[in-house]
């Protein structure tokens, strides 16, 4: 067993827990000025306007009491609202109309894109690269800003283990350390480093804390874990945000260990404000203040608003209730002024970051020009080629020839253009969203026939459509089938006990495959599924996600092999739904899985691996790992060390390969992962090139919250495993250790 008395030592760690975020402007002293002075104006109506949300129209109209409310200073938010002429009337009646002229603060779910879509936010992730992420928020903010809105609800980091939940597509997956990277970049994609700046928004990390541990996968359900496992896995991402600068937090929709997210003081305020150093605003998410009452802690509408508020819920969604009882419950000092006073700072503080006092509106002249330019469509091309993962290839099924004499599309996504741009699509447009079947025409040559059938629908039990799509493949010489889930399958209110392939789309694939010409299956969904039958038989697995408006020509960019894919899963794929949840980074057992003996940790009718693990990926071109060293094998706790390792391009063809660092803490004071990613990077190399790959391990990301919660590293053996996957099965391996003293 190690000893313990490092501990003390390393407490100046902590992720270090009162570092101030990078883009985070605090101690801005005019500014507190200002707002001290206008807080001090302020009615108590007024105040409470600032926590107010309301919802606009789905089709971007505000309401028409909006207006009034914004004259009378009794709205400070709305969500939904868009468009720079629309944002600019409600923008008006603010500056001209109200008493204290304060802005009014534009929201909307900018997720992966505003119009111009970008793959989903998990699919993004399987690029394994910060920069493709950071680049597409950018973008995004920009046509976002341009179209009047300030603030996205995005980005979405929490951790997701379970397949089932709808919303595992909005993150980046299951792992910490690769979350932690993707949310970094997002909010500086979103933010920059000016937050005024006319093509920024303000981030919005959510949804705090635990959602993505939902029991079951059912969405909005509650969750039950340990201290050490939210310091340890759910808390780093949002962490990361932090540290980035990002602006306002959402309260989450679930309980956490019998505690609403919305009305929970130990997230909200000691760890987020006491520990973090948080000085953004939190928002509740979409009613969850008015949610407390079927929770089951507030017996009324008052008390939940008194809950929220004092946990530290600064804004209430569309719920009203903060507007209805907070006068009665400060008559009643059961709210503080102060507390009502420092939730409207912290909102105009951002109103502040933003610039809206000093520049409110938006230059309407930017729209057009911004949105959907040729510059945003070619980079959400080049960005979902990046996020595709190639899953299977035998005997170089891929890439196809341009020149192939004939190709039959066949399913039920081949020309589905809404189905393109998934879900949380801003405000996205599936007219502009190019399908695969339009993006392999525009591929081929001229003399290819392309033969399309769409077999069946993505639901339901009609087998009408498959003859026609038998015929088509047996007139070709191969056959593309698209095949997955509906845009609507996955999101919010999306969850699924079956992962399997939905309606008849598997016997499809079984017909197009009994016709003995060569079938390549393009997966679009956006969550893994149990496809072992499609792994067992069909020669090539393309998953692509749902890929946005560009994607039908970035498939067929890599399908065609002007591309060579590279990205890495984000997330396991199990076998049968029946693992879930599954995921890489688990605690051994005392009896770990063996199937040679029936007393161990496993199933009896199915295996305990995941049919693809996290990490996995393959290229049409091959890779080879060697000459992994180490700086030194002995370092004191507070020590580093750097690891590095050679990569060689061994194949035909140019390729990016991602290099993955693990390492396990052989023993420790308590259970510790049998692996952990602490680093990756990923690497584009010509054929022959090699190229030395480092990385620094350093106590932050040695470290581990011990039985004290205290955040720590103990002497002892740690294991350095370096591969392309969590499960690769040339992993390099050496040891080094940390030493007492």
């Not at 909307?108 to 111009?116: K, S």
């Not at 952990?676 to 932050?700: C, D, N, S, W, Y």
């Amino acid at each position: 067993m190690k000893l313990v008395k490092a501990t003390c030592l390393l407490l100046i760690l902590a992720f270090a827990l009162i570092a101030v975020p990078v883009g985070s402007p605090r101690s801005q002293p005019g500014i507190e000025r200002r707002i001290n002075a206008i807080i001090a104006r302020m009615t108590l109506e007024e105040k409470l306007g600032q926590l107010q949300q309301l919802d606009g129209e789905a089709n971007g109209n505000y309401r028409p009491e909006h207006r009034d409310m914004i004259r009378k200073g009794l709205l400070g938010s709305t969500l939904n609202v868009r468009g720079a002429v629309r944002t600019n009337e409600l923008q008006r009646v603010a500056m001209n109309e109200s008493r204290l002229k304060i802005p009014v603060l534009f929201g909307f779910d900018v997720i992966h894109g505003y119009r111009t879509i970008f793959t989903v936010p998990l699919g993004e992730a399987s690029s394994w690269d910060p920069v493709v992420a950071e680049r597409s928020a950018s973008i995004a903010a920009a046509e976002a800003r341009a179209a009047g809105v300030a603030w996205t609800f995005a980005p979405m980091v929490d951790i997701a283990r379970d397949a089932r939940w709808g919303r595992i597509i909005e993150g980046a997956g299951e792992d910490p350390f690769l979350g932690a990277a993707m949310a970094r970049a997002r909010v500086r994609g979103f933010q920059g480093s000016e937050q005024s700046a006319p093509d920024r928004v303000m981030a919005c990390a959510k949804h705090w804390v635990a959602y993505g541990a939902a029991e079951s996968g059912r969405d909005y359900n509650t969750v039950d874990m340990s201290e050490n496992t939210l310091r340890t896995i759910y808390l780093p991402p949002f962490k990361a945000a932090v540290d980035a600068g990002v602006g306002t937090f959402m309260s989450a929709f679930n309980s956490l260990n019998g505690v609403p997210s919305t009305a929970n003081p130990f997230t909200l305020t000691k760890v987020l404000r006491g520990e973090w150093r948080f000085d953004g605003f939190v928002v509740s998410d979409y009613t969850a203040v008015e949610e407390l009452i079927k929770h089951g802690v507030a017996a009324d509408e008052a008390e939940a608003a008194r809950l929220a508020l004092n946990a530290g819920v600064d804004m209430e969604m569309v719920s009203r209730l903060y507007n209805k009882h907070l006068p009665a419950l400060l008559r009643s000092n059961k709210v503080a002024q102060a507390t009502i006073d420092e939730a409207v700072r912290r909102i105009l503080r951002i109103k502040f970051r933003l610039g809206l006092f000093d520049h409110p509106y938006t230059d309407e002249s930017r729209e057009s020009k911004v949105i959907m330019s040729q510059e945003n469509l070619s980079a959400t091309r080049e960005i979902a080629t990046r996020s595709f993962v190639l899953l299977k290839n035998a005997q170089e099924t891929l890439p196809l020839s341009k020149s192939a004499r004939s190709i039959a599309v066949i399913g039920p996504l081949a020309d589905d253009q809404q189905d393109m741009i998934g879900s949380w699509n801003g405000d996205g447009r599936s007219q502009d969203a190019v399908t695969l079947l339009a993006g392999i025409k525009t591929k081929v040559s001229q003399s290819t026939k392309i033969v399309y059938a769409k077999g069946c629908d993505v639901s339901g039990d009609s087998t009408e459509g498959f003859a026609e799509a038998v015929r088509a493949a047996r007139q070709s010489d191969l056959a593309i089938v698209a095949v997955g889930e509906s845009a609507d399958m996955s999101g919010e209110a999306s969850s699924r006990a079956s992962l399997d392939l939905p309606g008849r789309q598997l016997d499809l694939v079984k017909a197009i495959q009994a016709t003995g010409k060569p079938v390549v299956v393009v997966l679009m969904n956006g969550r893994p599924l149990t496809i072992n039958w499609l792994a067992e038989n069909v020669p090539a697995i393309l998953e692509t996600w749902f890929a946005g408006t560009e994607g039908g020509n970035a498939i067929a960019d890599v399908l065609f092999g002007d591309v060579n894919p590279g990205g890495k899963l984000p997330v396991t794929f199990p076998r049968s739904v029946g693992q879930e949840p599954l995921y890489y980074n688990h605690m051994n057992t005392g009896r770990p899985p063996d199937a040679n003996n029936k007393y161990t940790s496993k199933y009896l009718d199915v295996s305990w691996t995941p049919l693809f693990p996290f990490g996995f990926g393959l290229s049409y071109t091959q890779f080879r790992l060697s000459d992994l060293q180490l700086s030194t094998k002995r370092i004191l706790p507070g020590g580093e060390l750097t690891t590095s390792v050679e990569i060689e391009n061994t194949g035909r063809r140019a390729g990016d390969e991602t290099v993955e660092l693990y390492i396990r803490d052989v023993a420790a004071s308590v259970t510790r992962p049998v692996m952990e990613l602490k680093g990756f990077e990923r690497v584009t190399l010509q054929p022959g090139e090699r190229r030395r790959i480092t990385f620094k391990l350093t106590p932050a990301l040695l470290g581990f919250y011990n039985r004290e919660m205290r955040f720590t590293v103990e002497p002892g053996v740690f294991h350095v495993m370096i591969g392309t996957s969590s499960a690769d099965p040339n992993m390099l391996q050496t040891d080094f250790e940390v030493a007492e003293r």
